[in-house]
């Protein structure tokens, strides 16, 4: 018989109980959905995960202070400046494959007109914005005067434009950080939520002089040109490894530390912390489509039962059709033909189901999904595979049947 | 003497049971010559339904030699056994054995579909087949709509649509009443003298006074074979019983 016929066939059967083939489906159904739901789900978590790593850039350094002990008491990371500007100047001199950048931060409330705003000040150069790959909307960069002398500029982010301007164009607007007044010369893009959920766009970037002078610092800070933080970003195709260990000796040599000192700064490699980020959100979308793929399996074993309880059924049919010519392979076909379909009709209507509930699951929760042709080609395919291996056992059972006693079977 | 359609020597059909050992047939030998209508006859545990079984292929001896149509078919394995049901060998069954919820000219067609033939051909020929049993206008009805005379007569349109040797009819008249019993055993009467090599398995003797020959088996031996010169003619029955009635 031809497949054709095969399918024929098959489709009468599963049309004689409609009912329990719609049950046996199920199985199918709801495990093929939950595949691609979990796949859809997974690959959005992960590709969340891969577009913060690019807005941050895979390849930065991020130098921090020291701790300072204090009594006995020890502060943490930050507690004291131990970089100096001129530790970012010396990396920039020294290391030419690394831009550093340094950065002074504290928060300030912003005033423009009758609005005000709280919102993070962040004191550092023009390489800050090269660092962190943080294109202008708007406006322009500092100006080399602005720089040295202390201008009284500021590039704003995007939601700072939203709370301070609503509608207003804020280039050439005056604000005021703590009664300094600022003028408004640029416009940073959108950048969205940092790994750890906060919002990069709540900034307010100013000269690293003018923040340290008249916003963020004390006379003891100006004296000695500290900073809070550096940002290192390594050259493109470089190991970042490498270059680490560069400013770290460079540093230890800057800070006169001695060999068998501790480090008075602290040195973090994003790169790497990205990568096993990366890697943990590579495993969770892997381990939700292992559970969905559970579901799959339990279907498959439904399917075999159901065919189990066909087979039993028609023992009859099959020794007719075996006294009136049918071969091993033809009885054998036609029970592994029935078992495909209904594995493989559960599977495309399992794929609508996923596919919607997916989108759903888009729409109403906002939550990230990506929908891969190849994870409902892999669903498919996995549907069909269900109903050749679980369908195999009752097919060849049929076709193993002894025709007299087929025959003779109540 | 022309060879015959069914040759068999020493036929024996052996099973097992624990340690007991059943012979269900004890050494068989006998010739069916082609357009016999033979009726082969016994109690229940005599060996006629395993020695049916042998004819029609669908059990293979223990040992023991059996000849269809000029093929050592004893030798034969699995597809080829199927093989030689297909073409060779038509079964009408007691309970009919139609394919459910499947119209009568699909259900004559079933064997040619395992013979491969084409879709357009198998229609047509189980159509004729179907008009030969006198149920051309029935055919696209299911066995549900059918009487149990006329799903008989499907199943005989079945085992007749691949032209076989033989057509194997076990008790075909078990669960029908006596009227129709008649129509049947008319019908079978009628296509043997068009040439068709017929074997009845019966335990009715109502049944086998159709036959002209009568083999009776007993624990697994052929005790009797008699030649019924006279068989009763099914049709003239029936018509003599509508002159009655």
């Not at chain 1, 489906?25 to 859809?40: D, F, K, N, Y």
């Not at chain 1, 577009?51 to 941050?56: A, G, K, N, P, R």
């Not at chain 2, 080829?80 to 699909?106: D, H, K, P, W, Y």
Request: hydrophobic share 50%.
């Amino acid at each position: 018989m031809n497949i054709l016929g095969l399918l024929r066939v098959a489709m009468r059967a599963l049309a004689v109980n409609k009912l329990r083939s719609l049950l046996t489906m199920l199985g199918i159904i709801i495990g093929v959905a939950a595949v691609i739901v979990m796949i859809a789900v997974g690959g959005g978590a992960q590709k969340r995960v891969e577009e913060q790593i690019q807005s941050l850039g895979s390849n930065l350094l991020l130098i921090l202070s020291g701790a300072r002990t204090q009594g006995g008491v020890r502060l943490g990371v930050g507690s004291n400046y131990t970089l100096s500007e001129d530790d970012a100047i010396a990396i920039n001199r020294e290391i030419p494959e690394a831009i550093a950048a340094p950065a002074l931060r504290g928060g300030a409330q912003v005033i423009w007109g009758n609005t005000n705003w709280a919102t993070q000040i962040y004191g550092t150069t023009n390489e800050y914005l090269e660092v962190r790959q943080w294109a202008l909307a708007d406006g322009r960069a500092f100006e080399a005067g602005e720089m040295t002398g202390a201008g009284k500029v500021c590039i704003v982010g995007q939601t700072v434009v939203r709370q301070l301007f609503a509608d207003a164009n804020p280039i050439g607007q005056v604000i005021r950080i703590k009664r300094v007044p600022f003028t408004v010369i640029g416009v940073l893009e959108n950048k969205g939520q940092s790994m750890m959920g906060t919002d990069q766009d709540d900034i307010i970037v100013v000269p690293i002089g003018t923040a340290r002078g008249r916003v963020l610092g004390s006379a003891n800070l100006a004296k000695q040109r500290a900073v809070s933080t550096i940002w290192v970003k390594v050259a493109e195709g470089l190991d970042t490894k490498v270059v680490e260990e560069q400013v770290r000796s460079l540093l230890r040599q800057r800070h006169r530390l001695q060999a068998e000192a501790e480090d008075d700064f602290s040195l973090r490699n994003l790169a790497e912390v990205m990568a096993a980020q990366e890697a943990s959100s590579r495993v969770l979308a892997l381990l939700l489509a292992a559970v969905a793929s559970v579901s799959l399996v339990v279907g498959g074993i439904g399917i075999m039962n159901i065919m189990l309880v066909s087979v039993t059924e028609r023992t009859r049919e099959i020794g007719l059709r075996m006294a009136v010519g049918a071969r091993t392979r033809d009885i054998l076909g036609q029970f592994l033909v029935e078992a495909v379909t209904l594995s493989l009709l559960g599977g495309l209507v399992g794929i609508a189901i996923g596919v919607t509930a997916a989108i759903a699951i888009a729409q109403f929760a906002g939550w990230r999904i990506v929908l891969a042709p190849e994870s409902v080609m892999l669903a498919v395919a996995f549907a069909f595979a269900i109903g050749v291996f679980f369908g195999f056992y009752p097919a060849r059972k049929a076709a193993r049947l002894n025709p007299v006693e087929a025959l003779r079977f109540e | 003497m022309a060879e015959p359609l069914i040759h068999t020597r020493d036929l024996l059909k052996v099973y097992r049971v624990g340690d007991n050992e059943i012979r269900a047939l004890d050494g068989v030998s006998i010739d069916i010559a082609r357009g016999e209508i033979t009726a082969v006859m016994g109690p229940s545990g005599s060996g006629k339904s395993t020695f049916m079984n042998m004819l029609g292929c669908l059990d293979r001896p223990s040992s023991g030699e059996y000849v269809l149509g000029g093929r050592r078919v004893s030798e034969f394995v699995g597809d080829e056994l199927a093989e030689v049901r297909n073409r060779s060998i038509g079964f009408v069954f007691q309970t009919f054995n139609l394919l459910a919820r499947t119209s009568a000219v699909e259900n004559v067609e079933l064997p040619l579909v395992y013979a491969g033939v084409g879709a357009a051909e198998r229609r047509s020929r189980a159509l004729e087949m179907l008009a030969k049993v006198g149920l051309a206008e029935r055919a696209g009805h299911q066995p549900a709509q059918l009487s149990g005379g006329q799903q008989q007569r499907v199943a005989i349109a079945r085992a007749l649509v691949t032209r076989p040797l033989l057509i194997l009819a076990d008790e075909p008249t078990g669960a029908l009443d006596s009227h129709t019993s008649l129509e049947i055993m008319g019908l079978l009467q009628e296509l043997n003298r068009n040439g068709l090599t017929v074997v009845l398995v019966t335990h009715e003797p109502d049944v086998a006074r159709f036959a002209r020959r009568v083999l009776r088996f007993l624990d697994g031996r052929l005790v009797e074979d008699q030649v019924n010169a006279a068989p009763d003619d099914a049709m003239a029955m029936l018509r003599g019983a509508a002159v009655a009635a």
